[in-house]
């Protein structure tokens, strides 16, 4: 009897579940969409965040410290060949710094923030400095060339093990150092025989970057946890906030630095399509054939491939999105605000 009952308990829940999904999928959907949501401008949202006041400052100074007492560890680590992986949550920012400013003051150090021309002035500078201990064959030269100056520094080993130039890389996962280039690129330098690497690494999928021969074969890490729980404020300063939207001011810095490096003629077109945009701000957008038909008549583009040259540029770029207009004909549009876009033209002019 009990049984029957608890039976029936289950199918009469199973069958008001379906019925309330039937009753809640005949109803009215909501019209409300994301963009009618009235977010924080992002500079406010960020000097907000800037002012958030730290918690349990004493147990981080604590976990910090007992951080430091392994420096000698490391650096014994380095010495033996291992490159030096930082994972856990929190910025590692200031701890791998730290540790090479104390513990590595007898070696050359190169703090890398993005893979620039800058890096390989930084590491033939560094290079000089060291250049006493090798020999004079081995000296220094002037070429830029990245494959040269990997191979310069892959050479014989040195007769004194302890030295070497360490390369530090925070956020070695971040999304200017994410792409396979540039991680064959440090793997290739952490391989070099008077190269040591210090790294730390905050995405969950970043082991994903490299394959078994740059894990255990050139970059060669030693994987230690060290969670700081400090915030990250350089590794998320050039990421988007999700509460916020981007300011208008900010945008049409960013899309004016894009157009300077485009020719006049294609900063021509551009501006056409803004002027049309800000004197028809109802329209879905501006017709293709209209713009080439303008383009022409001012002898900005020769031919329909041209303009399609400049539009391919600017849409890898995204200064202008396509469109479909409720005749089915695809329209341009530029994705900024009036203001925004009343601010790149002036600064255009």
Not at 26 to 40: C, E, P, Q, T, W
Not at 178 to 185: P, S, V
Request: aromatic content about 10%; overall charge negative; charged content about 25%.
């Amino acid at each position: 009897m009990d049984f029957n009952a608890a039976e029936e308990e289950e199918f009469g829940f199973s069958r008001n579940y379906f019925l309330a999904k039937e009753t809640g999928s005949s109803g009215k959907k909501s019209a409300r969409k994301l963009s009618d949501i009235n977010v924080v401008d992002e500079q406010e949202l960020r000097e907000a965040s800037a002012n958030i006041e730290p918690k349990h400052q004493n147990d981080v100074a604590d976990l910090i410290n007992s951080y430091k007492s392994l420096y000698p560890k490391w650096v014994f680590d380095l010495r033996c060949g291992f490159g030096l992986l930082m994972y856990g949550f929190g910025s590692k920012k200031s701890l791998i710094e730290d540790f090479a400013s104390t513990a590595l003051a007898e070696h050359s150090v190169v703090v890398i923030i993005a893979l620039a021309e800058i890096l390989w002035e930084q590491l033939k500078l560094n290079r000089k400095v060291s250049s006493r201990s090798l020999p004079k064959v081995q000296q220094p030269f002037s070429s830029r060339s990245m494959d040269d100056l990997l191979a310069f520094l892959d050479g014989p080993e040195m007769d004194e093990k302890d030295s070497f130039i360490c390369v530090v890389v925070n956020n070695i996962d971040g999304p200017g150092l994410r792409d396979t280039e540039t991680q064959q690129y440090l793997a290739r330098l952490a391989s070099c025989s008077y190269i040591r690497v210090v790294a730390s690494i905050d995405h969950v999928n970043a082991p994903l970057l490299w394959d078994k021969k740059m894990v255990h074969a050139q970059f060669n890490w030693y994987w230690y946890h060290v969670p700081t729980f400090a915030p990250y404020k350089v590794e998320g300063l050039f990421l988007p906030l999700i509460l916020a939207h981007g300011s208008s001011k900010q945008s049409a810095k960013t899309a004016l630095i894009v157009l300077q490096s485009l020719t006049p003629n294609a900063q021509s077109v551009f501006r056409i399509l803004a002027e049309y945009q800000l004197s028809h701000p109802d329209d879905e957008g501006m017709a293709i054939d209209d713009l080439y038909s303008i383009s022409r008549e001012r002898f900005l583009v020769s031919s329909q491939v041209t303009l399609n040259a400049h539009l391919t540029e600017f849409k890898d770029h995204e200064l202008v999105k396509t469109k479909r207009h409720s005749d089915g004909q695809d329209c341009l549009y530029i994705p900024l605000t009036k203001e925004g876009l009343e601010k790149l033209l002036s600064e255009m002019s």
